[in-house]
Structures are given as structure tokens and as C-alpha cells.
């Protein structure tokens, strides 16, 4: 209507003023409508993001950002943390336990289907076993660690029933790793069993199952055990004597990679496995990188080795079972080695004897299954008669003594003769045992952990009221010398018995009678007129108190060996003899013991176990040292890669060279009661540098007819404490002199030492070896001479340095002959 009447021009100049606001006002709501119209022109022409694009844009904005960036953080945070937890502190905080067992199912006929794991019998038995075992440890305290069993062998043991060989396995944290050792293990099954027995059988059923609560046997085994014997393996082998006494045939070789495999024997039920050991080579070393282990069972578990063999062979070597079944675990490194041998089933036949035995007629009796070694388990019973109420029996044992059991068990043997109990003790001479009875019912049973040395008994009458004729002395071994052989310097008696408690012989220096033989070319003049030390070259009847050349002849010298002068025709002598020489001049804690000089003692060895310094020990070769048995004895000490030997030091953690120890020889006779037979030889891995510095030489070893005289000088070398109460050990090698005692004296004081001991110290007990000193050498030079002897090895003794208490140590040259046997 307005701007209808300004068209007319009838109005006024007000009515424009105002008409020209409403104009401004009308105008800037044009402009307003005009730019949303093209907005929304612009937004139906434009091309709009689709699909992936679309969502990146979106996201790319900036509100989204920082929650976009905080989320990606978050998620490699947690992928982080779940790879650290299952491949870092998951297999830290826990860890596969594995153990091997076996026990019998009583009552339960064996089939000859057992025997095939793909058979529906076999898995259905195992199965139904595997049911029971899995349920004893889901029920147990150890059920969340518990992960599974499995039945790896049905087997019999000619005892009836069916003998169960199986695995398990458990995921261990290591702060619960003591809930599952191996005794925890094998006590849940046997309580299992216990619980459930209701007489006085030792069969309890599990679950229906009658399992022998004496068969069970449950032992830890590595990782290594349980996969390489796993079903699967590409190195089990299964080997069946099907008929008796047929020889099935054993060859294993070592190709270009080596071998680690198992050989698993089964043979008709009822039956034995005799295996026999033709050739085996391979390099000395510490039972797991060459080696072959013998199980009476058909898993490798510690408690059922048989034997072990670590070292090459000469011998053939048979052995035995106690069932139907045998396990050979075979490990080769690669090179030219090898296993020849065949195996066989052998009836298990009862051993007894009648023996009538008439006066002065003699017979043998052998060990069960002779020659072969014996079983951990056998018995015999021999009944003897003789003819005359007057007439004993005497058992001539070669290698063996018997000695009336104590509190302790026989590790040897056991004896019952005419109802007293005896134990035997394999030793490196003969005895003779006498039962004063013309009856005598002797049992002998098998009680050594594994398979044990055979023997071999000759029998005979005797008088009783005169053992030994009148002309001989009866020695405390049973042995008869001729009385004229009592305290001539010689051990007939094999124990000194006819050597110890006799008077200070003459030096007969000048009359009709010969000289004693202790004076006799021992190196030290004896008499004033010299004729003890004359002759000394001359040959002799070959004995303990000669040497002995290399062409077999024995000369009057005693101390022959590398004393720099030729005495045998062959010169023999004089061979081998780059020994026994410090590397400067001589200078004229052990306790009571001085720092030594450096090179004054090369042939001195520390032996560190872990790192700490256990033993001592002696050089004897660029390859083999020389030690205590009594250093390896335990099982963990006995391990050959824990060992590093220090040569060449004065001091700890001085300079010198370390080598790694390849194989341990302890000697077979070692007594851990008596510290008898106390010596073994250590295997390099690699010989030491010749330029080694500080230099490292051999000490000389003692021919066997060395003799000690007072004039020797001798000291005792290591790193031991330097007292009894002494807290640590000196960083410097120490020496102490000491003196050879005489063997009555050592005996006076200790009583039952051997002729394979010697004494050696100080009145006072101001000198003497302590505690870390064991193995350590003992060495002696003669007077005048320039070479070291390996006297004797530091064994064992009352205390340290203690008044009228010497130490003890094992006599070298009683044991030169079964060195050389390993390092030559």
C-alpha cells in the first residue's frame, strides 16, 4: 500500500523520511534470504565425500584428534604388555616340570597287544590308566598346576600284572616350584594308594585300578628327556627277542650332525635281557655329550639306570635287567663313533648250590649272571658240607672282602653266612674268608643301585684250629705268608697287617746276615761303608721293593725313575722325565703354611666348582690332572662342565690359564666310608698353551717302588684355610714342609688307615693341609735331586694342624699303574 501512494505523490516530507528506513530495513532482510539460497545452492552442487573417504574426513577433524590419537596409544600399550607377559615374564613366572614314572596294575593280565601303542587294547588300557592318574592330581593340592599324563608303555615284570610306564606334566610358577618336586610328586600318587588298601597286601585301588603301592617310582626328567622320548620321535626305536637266547643285533652310528637316540628292548614276558657291549667308541667325556646310559625300565629315570658308559671300551660288557625290559639313550657328537653290540632273552634261573667239599679239593663259585655284571636285584644261596667236623670253608675272593655289616647298608653286596650279616666291598686285592663250621649256608643278594662288578670265589676245606701252616703268618685278610716275610719291608698281607707294630730293623752293616730291605738302594746311605748303595743296577726278582725297566727286568734301585741317571740297560728310566721342575731357582695358608714364590710350584692347580674353589689338584700332562676322588663323590660334583681348573696362578683371580674339564675318572675301588682308593684323574677338555704364562709344567709321578726317606723334602701346597677357624682363604698360594710319617705311627694314631694312605705332618700340628686344600699335591724331592714327586694327594684328617694329629693322604705310587692306564 505505501509505495502504491508514492507513486501518486500525494505525501508529505515526514511520511518519506520514514519511508526511506523501512526501505533500509527491508533491504538487509534480502540480503540475508539471498545468502541462504545460495548456500543451499552451493550444497546441492557440490560432490559429497562417499565410503572411506568420507569417514577419513570425519576423522581428521580436529575435535576427533586427540581421542583418535589417545585410543592408538591405549591399544599398543595392551598389544605390548600381552607380548612382554606371554614371551617374557609368562615363561619366567612359569615353566614346564616334567616328570617320568612307572608302578604296576595288579591282578590285570599282561597281553602281548600291550606291546603295540596303535593296538585298540593298548589305548584302551592306557586310557582308562591315564583316567585314574589324571584324577589323583586334579584332586590333589597341585590340581591347578597339574597339565596332563600320558601313557607311553604297558610292560610286565614278571611279577604278573601290567607294568605302567608313563609321563607328566605340570606348568609351575617358580614361586610354587617346591610344591612339585619329585618326592611330592610320587607321595600324592602312594597316598592315592595308601589310603585306599584294605589288608596288609601293598595293592590299593584307585578308581577300580589295583595298583602296588611298593612298584611306584616317580623321578624328574628334562625337558630334552621327555621330547626326544615323546611319542613322535624320529629316534625311538622298538627291538623284540621273540625267542630265547637268539642274539638280535645293536648298531648305532654317529652320522655328520651326531645322535641323540633311544632303543627301546622288550623281551618275552617271563624272561630276562641280557645285553652285551662289543665295541663302543667314542670320546672320554661328561656322560651328555658322549655317552650311553642303560635303564632297567623303558623312561629314561634316574632311579633305574643300569650303567653308564662315558669312556671308549676295551672289554666286551654284558649286563643285565631285572624284567623284560631295557632302554639305551645314545648320545654321539659327530665323528667316527660307534655301538656294536645285540641283545637276547635269558630265563631267569634259580641260584643255589650243594657243595660237599672234601679236605685240599678247591671249586669256584661265581656272582649271578657271571660274567655279566649284576642286576640291582638277584640272590644266590650256596649250602657247603665238609667232610670232618674238624674242616671249615675258605672263601678265596679275588677283588672282594667281606667285613661284618654295622649300621649301615651294604652299597656291594649283602651277605648272610650261618645267620650273621656281612657286606662286601670290591677292593684291588685277594682275601680269604673263613667260616669256622663244617655247615655253612652263605645268601648272598644283589644291593647296589645299578649294575655291580661280578665276582669270582674259590672255596676250599681248612683246619680250624690252624688256619695257616706253622711256618706262615695268618694276615688280618685271611691271607698265610711264610713268617720269614714279616716286617721285611714287603705287603704280603695286601694290608699291611704284616708290616705295621715291628721293631726298627738293624742296619746289619758289616756281618754275614743281608741287610734289611727297607736300606737296600733307597738312595740314602745307610751305612758308613756305603754298601747299602752299591750294586743298585743290578737285577732282581721283580717285587714291590725293585724297579721295574720297561723291558720287564727289575733292578735293587727303588728310586730309579728321572733321577738323571741311566740305570736300566734300556733306559728306560730316564723316559718321560720332562717333570718335577719348578721355573726358578728354588727359594730356600696351608696352616702354619708361607706365601709361595711365582713358578715355584707349576704343576699346582686350583679347582673351582660354580666358581668357588673347592679342590686342589696336579698336573701330570698337557691333557690329564691328577685329584681327591672324595672332591666328586656327590652327584651335583660330579658333573664335569661345572669344573674349570686355574692353572698356572700364584694367586686367586690372578693370571694364569682356565680350562674346562671334559671327563672325571674316580677310581672304581673309592670307599666314601674309609676315604680308601681316594683318587681321580681329570680330562682337559683341551691341553694348556705351551707358552702359557705364568708357565704351567707336570709334577713327576712316583715309580711303584719309591721310597720316602726322612732325608726327602716335602710340602704340602694350596689355597685352603690356613686354620680351623679361619673364616676365608688366602689370595696366595701357600707352602708348609712336613715330614713322612712311618706306618706303624700313622696306624698308632688313626687306626684303620690303608696301605693306599700315608701321614705326613708336624710333631706340634703347626703345618698341616685344611679345608679347600683336598687334591692338592703332596710333593717330595729326594736330597741331591732335582725333579718334584707327587707324593701323596691331600685327603682327609682330624681337624687342622691339631697336635699329634697328621694329615692323611692317598699314597701315589700305589696307584702309578692304574694311572698310566688312562694317560698313556
Not at 713268617?483 to 699291611?496: A, I, P, V, Y
Request: hydrophobic share 35%; with cysteine.
Amino acid at each position: 500500500m505505501v509505495s502504491e501512494c508514492k507513486e501518486n505523490g500525494d505525501v508529505d516530507t515526514s511520511h518519506q523520511d520514514a519511508a526511506n528506513v523501512e526501505d533500509v530495513s527491508v533491504e538487509l532482510s534480502t540480503v540475508d534470504h539471498t545468502l541462504q539460497k545460495l548456500r543451499r545452492m552451493y550444497r546441492k552442487t557440490r560432490r559429497k565425500p562417499k565410503g572411506l573417504a568420507r569417514l577419513w574426513a570425519y576423522l581428521l577433524s580436529i575435535q576427533h584428534l586427540a581421542v583418535i590419537i589417545t585410543a592408538v596409544v591405549f591399544v599398543l600399550v595392551v598389544i605390548l604388555w600381552s607380548l612382554l607377559w606371554v614371551f617374557i615374564f609368562r615363561r619366567e613366572g612359569n615353566s614346564g616340570v616334567y616328570f617320568a614314572g612307572m608302578f604296576r596294575v595288579a591282578n590285570v593280565e599282561f597281553i602281548p597287544e600291550y606291546r603295540q601303542a596303535e593296538s585298540h587294547e593298548f589305548v584302551s588300557m592306557a586310557s582308562k590308566i591315564n583316567h585314574v592318574v589324571s584324577g589323583v592330581y586334579k584332586m590333589s593340592s597341585v590340581a591347578r598346576l597339574y597339565k596332563h599324563a600320558i601313557i607311553s608303555d604297558l610292560s610286565t615284570n614278571n611279577l604278573g600284572g601290567v607294568l605302567v610306564h608313563f609321563w607328566m606334566v605340570f606348568e609351575v610358577p617358580r614361586l610354587k616350584s617346591a610344591a612339585v618336586c619329585e618326592e611330592c610328586v610320587a607321595v600324592i600318587l602312594r597316598d592315592s594308594v595308601h589310603t585306599s588298601m584294605k589288608n596288609r597286601s601293598s595293592v590299593g585301588y584307585l578308581l577300580g585300578l589295583p595298583v602296588d603301592i611298593d612298584s611306584i617310582l616317580v623321578n624328574a626328567v628334562q625337558r630334552s628327556d621327555y621330547s626326544s622320548n615323546a611319542a613322535g620321535s624320529e629316534c625311538i626305536d622298538k627291538l623284540y627277542a621273540s625267542l630265547p637266547e637268539s642274539k638280535v643285533p645293536l648298531n648305532v652310528f654317529s652320522s655328520w650332525g651326531g645322535v641323540r637316540c633311544h632303543v627301546k628292548l622288550t623281551a618275552l614276558a617271563g624272561f630276562l635281557i641280557r645285553l652285551t657291549v662289543a665295541s663302543f667308541q667314542i670320546e672320554p667325556s661328561d656322560c651328555v655329550h658322549d655317552a650311553l646310559t642303560v635303564y632297567d625300565a623303558l623312561l629314561p629315570m634316574r632311579g633305574r639306570i643300569l650303567h653308564r658308559m662315558c669312556a671308549p671300551i676295551s672289554s666286551t660288557i654284558s649286563l643285565v635287567s631285572t624284567s623284560n625290559v631295557m632302554l639305551l639313550s645314545f648320545t654321539m657328537t659327530s665323528g667316527p663313533k660307534n655301538f656294536r653290540g645285540h641283545f637276547e632273552a635269558i630265563t631267569e634261573e634259580p641260584c643255589m648250590s650243594h657243595i660237599t667239599s672234601q679236605s685240599h679239593v678247591t671249586g669256584e663259585i661265581y656272582s649271578p649272571f657271571h660274567p655279566s655284571l649284576m642286576p640291582p636285584h638277584c640272590s644266590c644261596t650256596w649250602i657247603f658240607q665238609t667232610s670232618d667236623h674238624t674242616l671249615g670253608v675258605a672263601l678265596q675272593l679275588h677283588n672282594y672282602v667281606l667285613k661284618q655289616k654295622d649300621m649301615k647298608a651294604c652299597e656291594h653286596g649283602w651277605w648272610k653266612v650261618n645267620e650273621v650279616i656281612f657286606c662286601g666291598i670290591y677292593v684291588g686285592y685277594e682275601s680269604v674268608f673263613r667260616i669256622a663250621s663244617r655247615n655253612a649256608e652263605v645268601e648272598f643278594r644283589c644291593s647296589s643301585r645299578s649294575a655291580a662288578q661280578p665276582f669270582q670265589v674259590s672255596y676250599s676245606s681248612y683246619n680250624i684250629t690252624q688256619p695257616c701252616p706253622e711256618s706262615h703268618f695268618l694276615c688280618t685278610t685271611g691271607l698265610c705268608v711264610e713268617k720269614s716275610r714279616r716286617c721285611d719291608g714287603l705287603d704280603d698281607c695286601q694290608d699291611e697287617s704284616d708290616e705295621v707294630f715291628c721293631s726298627q730293623p738293624s742296619k746289619n752293616c758289616g756281618g754275614g746276615t743281608p741287610l734289611h730291605p727297607l736300606f737296600v738302594c733307597n738312595g740314602e746311605t745307610d751305612c758308613a761303608n756305603g754298601l747299602d748303595e752299591t750294586n743298585c743296577t743290578q737285577e732282581t726278582s721283580c717285587s714291590a721293593v725293585s724297579y721295574q725297566c720297561g723291558g720287564g727286568s727289575c733292578i735293587r734301585k727303588k728310586n730309579a725313575r728321572c733321577d738323571d741317571i741311566t740305570d736300566c740297560q734300556d733306559a728306560s728310566d730316564e723316559n718321560d722325565c720332562a717333570c718335577g721342575l719348578p721355573v726358578p731357582p728354588e727359594v730356600p695358608r696351608i696352616v702354619g703354611g708361607s706365601d709361595s714364590e711365582e713358578g715355584e710350584w707349576p704343576w699346582q692347580v686350583s679347582l673351582h666348582f660354580s666358581g668357588h674353589l673347592i679342590c686342589g689338584a696336579s698336573v701330570l700332562s698337557s691333557y690329564w690332572l691328577i685329584s681327591a676322588a672324595h672332591c666328586f663323590s656327590k652327584d651335583r660334583l660330579s658333573d664335569p662342565r661345572r669344573w674349570r681348573a686355574h692353572l698356572g696362578a700364584l694367586t686367586q683371580g690372578g693370571p694364569g690359564h682356565v680350562a674346562e674339564i671334559q671327563h672325571i675318572v674316580v677310581h672304581e675301588y673309592y670307599d666314601a666310608r674309609t676315604l680308601d682308593y681316594d683318587v681321580a684323574l681329570l680330562r682337559l677338555k683341551r691341553a694348556w698353551p705351551a707358552s702359557t704364562d705364568p708357565p704351567v709344567r707336570p709334577v713327576c709321578l712316583p715309580a711303584p717302588s719309591q721310597a720316602v726317606t726322612t732325608q726327602h723334602r716335602c710340602w704340602v701346597t694350596g689355597w685352603g684355610h690356613r686354620s680351623e677357624e679361619d673364616k676365608s682363604l688366602p689370595s696366595v698360594l701357600q707352602k708348609a714342609q712336613v715330614s713322612i710319617m712311618s706306618q706303624t705311627e700313622c696306624k698308632k694314631t688313626y687306626g684303620p688307615v690303608s696301605p693306599r694312605m700315608l701321614c705326613a705332618g708336624v710333631p706340634s700340628g703347626e703345618r698341616d693341609a685344611c679345608r679347600g686344600d683336598s687334591g692338592g699335591p703332596l710333593s717330595c724331592q729326594a736330597p741331591g735331586g732335582r725333579r718334584w714327586f707327587l707324593i701323596g694327594i691331600v685327603s682327609w684328617g682330624a681337624g687342622c694342624g691339631r697336635p699329634g694329629l697328621p694329615g692323611v693322604y692317598a699314597r701315589v705310587s700305589k696307584f702309578t699303574s692304574w694311572i698310566y692306564g688312562y694317560i698313556r
